[in-house]
């Protein structure tokens, strides 16, 4: 039989500890340290948040730092002792002046309107902008607080610029935000080439742990004694204090190219840039109100199209073939023929932003305003140079208000709506924009008006029993008194300069002529306008068209240097070129503007084209006094040297009188140099203007006789008289 154990035949302890194990199951014994260091995890980060500290997320970018924070506001003493707040005149490229008291007065609701150049009130300024209607729809709605509406907006700020920006304005008692963010998150280069290479498990967990207080403070203690590891410190791209745009540095679009995933780092640092926003806001009690960030679809073509990736050289020409072949059809208006190239030409290249648009303008014209729509926000999608917010971002607008509970405007859709109600379709277009992003002033009211019953919902505005469409259409009333047709006049001159520049004729055409219409007598606006419409003529290959206009402009305005300027190039450029009325206008720039090397390195090329290398050789010369650096009259100067040998003539520059008729339009010019004796011997060309700024005449001379062609015109540009000089002999006409 076996032997019968004792207890005591068991190892001490054993008893106890079988009991334990019957009482604690394996995953409690498992679950029991990870809670209690959930626990203390718990206790340590509302230990550190009782001291105030943030987490990094919410106190640090985590893919750009900045190279200096440069206030937007200084302090000077104001009434009462008060201190006051004023936008300095280091910012003013960037943002509005704005002015307010450091301290808040007695029942004072402090606004700040934070974004881009749409915040800001482009292409106007403050009065217009959605900041300047509430500041004046405010009192009327509700007179028991005193509404301070500043507007923060800065020109081509980013989400992230907003958020640093933020860090500042929250130490000035602020009680709401409003955010209109999203157009210019590609306007600056952020390489992220770090966060690439970061696995995304790892870039995940980090992510979540910058979200903590205990990482902060962990990785605090580490910088202090310098063991953060290197790449931690080299994460961050470093940016300037102020914009520096991309297409500030370029010709244009060009320097855009398609980057899948720079987009989407983009996108998640947008959202970051947003939840910092909110962070920030309520760290110091204040509320949030988010717009989603609306834009033109409909006229607005993309700035930039790159074809679709891995497309084959067979079906690239065929797509390209196929959009040729849309374009006759366009003119004709066959949109049923249009649709059907440009359908077999986005089966072939989808992600064309170019094809897309057209595609959509097609499928609008058919009534097919569901597809349109879906095809003109492919075309923004897909534009490589997205100067216009993508569609993803107005969800994460949406998302993170929902999320963080925020206050939403949802501009996209309430101009969808008013679309719908004119138009019966719901794309958004000239109507309400400027242009590709900026509003038209009453999309500004809109946007106000929108705002307003956001904040009467929330409880924050109690409008009176008088509030409604009377007393918005009152102040609507006072702000469009005030506002200045030749001011929007040069608003959208310098609007159709910029979309120029960016590539956009057409837009910047209609935007042009609009600035003629409300011109008037203000000759600058007509001036910048019309060398604007120049251009584009001239890109049209329509010379005729651009001469027409400039002439049209300088019986206004005769004296313009920029029209001269314009007619001399377009004289030049031809391809029979004007040489005698482009020598003639570019001369007269070399006096208005003496020291502008092109002016004087045209003029050079006029003459030297002309014949005349020993008048040219002058002006060559002091445009690389000017600027050593030009290409042009070195190039030029070369070419006409070997010319030059065996000539007896002055190599100094040439002096030039000019008079004017009393109106103070230029009459008569003429070159020439002084002899040993300071005699002024006339030596180069002689010109006359008709005082409406053409030309009356023009006369080649060499040391003070004639010597070369002679030519009359009547005051409409008819040709009355040529002649043929030589050595101050008649020998033609």
């Not at 080439?193 to 742990?209: H, M, V």
Request: charged content about 20%; proline content about 5%; hydrophobic content about 40%.
């Amino acid at each position: 039989m076996p032997k019968k154990q004792s207890h005591s035949d068991f190892p001490p302890g054993s008893e106890l500890k079988s009991k334990v194990s019957q009482r604690l199951p394996l995953w409690q014994a498992l679950v029991l340290p990870i809670v209690a260091i959930l626990v203390f995890f718990l206790l340590l980060e509302g230990g550190l948040a009782l001291f105030g500290l943030q987490p990094t997320l919410h106190n640090k970018d985590p893919f750009v730092g900045f190279a200096a924070n440069v206030p937007l506001f200084t302090a000077s003493p104001g009434a009462n002792g008060k201190q006051l707040l004023t936008t300095p005149a280091n910012k003013k490229d960037y943002f509005n002046r704005q002015s307010f008291t450091k301290e808040k007065d007695p029942n004072t609701y402090r606004i700040f309107s934070l974004g881009g150049s749409t915040t800001y009130g482009r292409p106007y300024a403050d009065s217009t902008s959605f900041s300047g209607w509430l500041r004046q729809l405010l009192p009327v709605a509700d007179s028991s607080k005193k509404w301070e509406v500043i507007n923060a907006g800065g020109i081509s700020y980013a989400s992230y610029r907003v958020a640093q920006l933020m860090e500042e304005l929250v130490q000035y008692q602020p009680d709401l935000f409003i955010i209109y963010t999203g157009h210019n998150e590609f306007l600056e280069e952020r390489t992220y080439r770090k966060l690439k290479e970061i696995p995304p498990l790892i870039r995940s967990t980090a992510s979540l742990l910058a979200k903590t207080r205990t990482w902060t403070a962990l990785t605090g203690v580490l910088e202090k004694v310098d063991l953060a590891p290197v790449a931690e410190k080299e994460t961050r791209f470093k940016l300037g204090t102020e914009v520096d745009a991309i297409l500030d540095r370029t010709t244009g679009p060009k320097s855009y190219s398609r980057n899948d995933t720079l987009k989407n780092n983009i996108l998640n640092h947008f959202r970051i840039s947003l939840e910092q926003m909110v962070t920030l806001a309520q760290s110091v009690g204040a509320q949030v109100i988010f717009v989603t960030p609306a834009a033109n679809l409909k006229e607005c073509s993309p700035f930039k199209s790159e074809h679709t990736p891995g497309i084959n050289a067979a079906s690239l020409r065929r797509s390209e073939d196929l959009l040729t072949m849309s374009k006759p059809m366009v003119w004709e208006k066959n949109w049923p023929m249009v649709l059907h190239f440009l359908d077999e030409a986005a089966a072939i290249d989808p992600r064309f932003a170019d094809l897309q648009y057209h595609r959509g303008q097609a499928l609008l014209a058919l009534g097919r305003n569901k597809e349109a729509k879906t095809a003109l926000r492919l075309a923004s999608d897909e534009d490589v140079c997205p100067l216009r917010a993508l569609t993803p971002m107005a969800q994460i607008v949406t998302e993170v208000a929902k999320q963080h509970g925020a206050m939403l405007v949802d501009f996209i859709d309430l101009l969808e709506q008013r679309m719908v109600n004119n138009k019966e379709y719901p794309i958004l277009g000239a109507e309400f924009f400027l242009d590709h992003v900026h509003p038209t002033i009453e999309g500004h009211k809109l946007l106000a008006v929108e705002l307003l019953e956001t904040m009467s919902a929330r409880g924050i505005v109690h409008p009176g029993a008088d509030w409604g469409t009377a007393a918005i259409s009152a102040v609507a009333a006072k702000i469009e008194a005030g506002v200045d047709q030749w001011v929007q006049g040069h608003a959208l001159a310098n609007l159709a300069r910029v979309l120029l520049w960016a590539g956009k004729e057409q837009d910047s055409a209609r935007l042009a002529r609009q600035a003629l219409e409300l011109a008037g007598d203000n000759q600058q606006v007509a001036i910048n306008a019309t060398t604007t419409l120049a251009t584009i003529y001239i890109m049209q290959k329509n010379p005729k068209r651009a001469v027409k206009l400039l002439y049209a402009a300088l019986e206004k305005a005769p004296s313009a240097i920029e029209l001269r300027l314009k007619l001399g190039q377009i004289m030049l450029g031809q391809k029979s070129p004007n040489l005698e009325g482009a020598a003639a206008n570019l001369l007269l720039i070399t006096q208005l503007m003496p020291y502008y090397d092109v002016g004087h390195t045209i003029f050079g090329i006029a003459m030297a084209d002309r014949g005349r290398p020993q008048i040219a050789y002058p002006s060559l010369m002091q445009a690389l006094q000017i600027n050593p650096n030009n290409k042009d009259a070195s190039f030029k100067l070369a070419q006409i040297r070997p010319l030059l040998k065996g000539l007896e003539f002055s190599r100094k520059f040439l002096l030039v009188q000019l008079d004017y008729y009393p109106s103070t339009a230029p009459r008569k010019m003429v070159q020439g140099r002084r002899n040993t004796n300071g005699q002024f011997i006339q030596d180069g060309i002689e010109v006359e203007f008709h005082e409406n700024g053409r030309l009356k005449s023009f006369l080649d001379i060499e040391q003070g006789k004639p010597n070369g062609l002679e030519m009359t015109w009547d005051s409409e540009g008819k040709v009355l008289s040529r002649k043929i000089y030589k050595q101050g002999i008649l020998v033609d006409g």
